[in-house]
């Protein structure tokens, strides 16, 4: 008579499909491992912690078993004669606390080392099995089993580490972790903790490889046994084995990447040396030669959507009021910030490799910029979509500024100033900047009045922050010079202010380093070409501010320019928006 059908004959039940799932399910509450932090290496069955009820899970919530479910469990526990068996059902019971819960702990840990060391059980289910008799030692604080369950791990590890094929690192390492802790001291076994060196260096040995030195590495460090200085030599390793790797790689977007990694980690651990030779390595790195795939999109607007939208600034014949209408946008080109952010969950949601692989910026002089993170993924893909909103609104923004620079052909400086003091009550420097910065786009100097214009962008944050009188200047302490804090700095606090979040995004986004970057790139000569519709985005920004009447502005006048940096466009009657709206309309029906 089976094990199964004793345990039906005591609760008077014969067989069934319904018993049989159940029976089923009972076995289904699996080992499963969880070794992320080598100090703490635990095993855990499955269904030991208790899910939201709106969430299906499977094998179900053992501590919502119902009894009829429980009593099988007993039944079975005392008709099944398997070591691994009969371990997992003592231990659905302790964890059900069914019973004499202690004896049941009790069993399911001799159980346990007993599966461990049977031969006629996969290697993986043993160690885990071993590793989840010492889970239970900790919970219910029983030292008895301890020596056994040291020479049973021992037992599991061994053949693996003097192995000439290494291939079990999921398994071994956390057997070792696990060896390291439970070691007794010098006074209570002599020699042991010099086992546990052997027993270390044997793991560094077989798997002091880059992809697990690290794991390696945070043994040694819990490890009592280990002297410091050789805590720090296992240290080094870390940087050393990433070094070789680097070096060793052909392919060259691996090479760099991997040379990236070296140096930054030894930099981090201190090593000036190993960072230094890395470096220098990663800047010899033929970056041409990387074949990038590149994945394109085409945005084309109709001919007659593009006149529609640049007659609404020439249709009236005049360079001043198109200029004014231009100044007046009140939208950021990145477009709104909360349709932004659902887009790119949206997108990240339907898209489970964005969220797993990091996203790892070059930049403009090829050399690796920024690695992206989980808790980043959701900002990087905002700015991505803000970028590209921005891009868009650009091509229009520049088709309109091109007009606006045929109907003022002929224009100089002076007079394009002047009009703008005029009409803006802005600072006549600012305007003449402004004026000149124009005259250079409109010649096509487009990389001559990028270099130009951006570093205003921060000038004129920084003016409108002292208006407010925020503290934005550094005092010098120590050898620190005394400075003002930088642009990255100093944007979160315009948003403190009150200031429009869309425009602080777009500013982020266009120039700083979790966006585009552009600021850094002008200012050290990476950039040696500029395309048109950056140029007219960077141009964009800086008349944000260069328009701005701080000097002469009422303290009414800059709380109205927080929540509308933009000047506001020109009050006109009613019959002269129903005839422009009309005229837009004519254009568009008979448009290219």
């Known amino acids: 008579m089976s094990a199964v059908s004793a345990a039906l004959q005591r609760l008077d039940a014969g067989p069934s499909p319904a018993l049989e799932a159940v029976v089923t399910t009972t076995f289904h509450h699996g080992l499963d491992i969880n070794a992320d932090d080598p100090t703490a290496v635990t095993v855990s069955v499955f269904g030991a912690s208790d899910a939201p009820d709106e969430l299906p899970s499977y094998p179900p919530p053992i501590a919502r078993a119902p009894e009829d479910q429980v009593k099988l469990w007993r039944a079975l526990s005392d008709n099944v004669t398997h070591a691994l068996a009969k371990s997992l059902l003592h231990d659905l019971l302790y964890l059900r606390r069914d019973g004499n819960v202690g004896a049941h702990a009790r069993e399911a840990i001799t159980l346990y080392l007993d599966a461990a060391q049977d031969n006629s059980v996969d290697e993986t289910t043993r160690t885990y099995s071993a590793l989840r008799a010492l889970t239970l030692c900790r919970q219910t604080k029983q030292s008895t089993e301890t020596p056994r369950l040291r020479q049973v791990l021992e037992d599991l590890a061994a053949p693996d580490l003097s192995s000439t094929v290494h291939n079990r690192p999921g398994a071994t390492l956390p057997m070792v972790a696990a060896l390291v802790e439970t070691a007794p001291s010098e006074a209570e076994s002599p020699g042991s903790q010099n086992d546990v060196r052997t027993l270390l260096e044997a793991a560094l ?65 201190g090593y000036t040396d190993l960072s230094e030779a890395a470096t220098v390595e990663l800047q010899q790195v033929d970056t041409e030669s990387i074949e990038w795939k590149v994945f394109t999109s085409e945005l084309q607007y109709r001919p007659q959507d593009v006149l529609a939208y640049v007659g609404q600034f020439t249709y009236h014949g005049d360079w001043k009021r198109g200029l004014k209408h231009w100044l007046s946008s009140n939208d950021a080109p990145s477009g709104q910030y909360d349709r932004n952010e659902a887009l790119a969950r949206q997108t990240l949601a339907s898209s489970l490799l964005s969220q797993l692989i990091p996203r790892r910026r070059v930049g403009i002089h090829g050399m690796p910029e920024r690695t992206g993170s989980q808790d980043s993924a959701l900002d990087d893909k905002i700015r991505e979509i803000e970028y590209r909103q921005a891009v868009m609104a650009g091509s229009l923004l520049l088709a309109a500024l091109n007009s606006i620079g045929e ?10 100033a002047a009009f703008l003091v005029d009409e803006y009550r802005c600072h006549m420097a600012n305007a003449t900047i402004l004026a000149k910065a124009l005259l250079l786009f409109w010649r096509g100097e487009y990389l001559v009045v990028s270099h130009f214009v951006t570093p205003y962008i921060e000038a004129g944050v920084r003016t409108l922050l002292l208006t407010l009188n925020e503290p934005i200047y550094r005092v010098e302490v120590g050898k620190t010079k005394g400075q003002y804090a930088q642009l990255g700095s100093i944007l979160p606090r315009l948003s403190d202010e009150g200031f429009d979040n869309d425009w602080i995004r777009y500013l982020q986004t266009l120039l700083l380093g979790e966006g585009q970057n552009h600021r850094n790139d002008l200012a050290h000569g990476f950039t040696r070409q500029m395309d048109s519709v950056v140029a007219v985005l960077l141009l964009r920004a800086s008349a944000l501010f260069l328009v701005m009447p701080l000097e002469a502005a009422t303290a009414a006048e800059v709380d109205q320019l927080k929540a509308r940096p933009t000047p506001r466009p020109e009050a006109r009657p009613f019959w002269c928006r129903v005839t422009a709206a009309w005229s837009a309309a004519v254009r568009a029906f008979h448009g290219p």
Do not use: C, M, N, W
């Open 205 to 269: 040995a077989a798997y002091g490889t880059s992809d697990h030195i690290d794991y390696i590495a945070r043994i040694f460090t819990a490890s009592g046994a280990v002297s410091d200085q050789r805590k720090l030599q296992v240290q080094r390793i870390r940087a050393e084995v990433r070094l070789d790797r680097a070096r060793a790689e052909t392919d060259p977007a691996l090479r760099l990447f991997r040379l990236e990694e070296a140096a930054s980690l030894a930099k981090d651990l």
């Open 407 to 416: 109907l003022a052909g002929g224009t100089g400086e002076e007079e394009l």
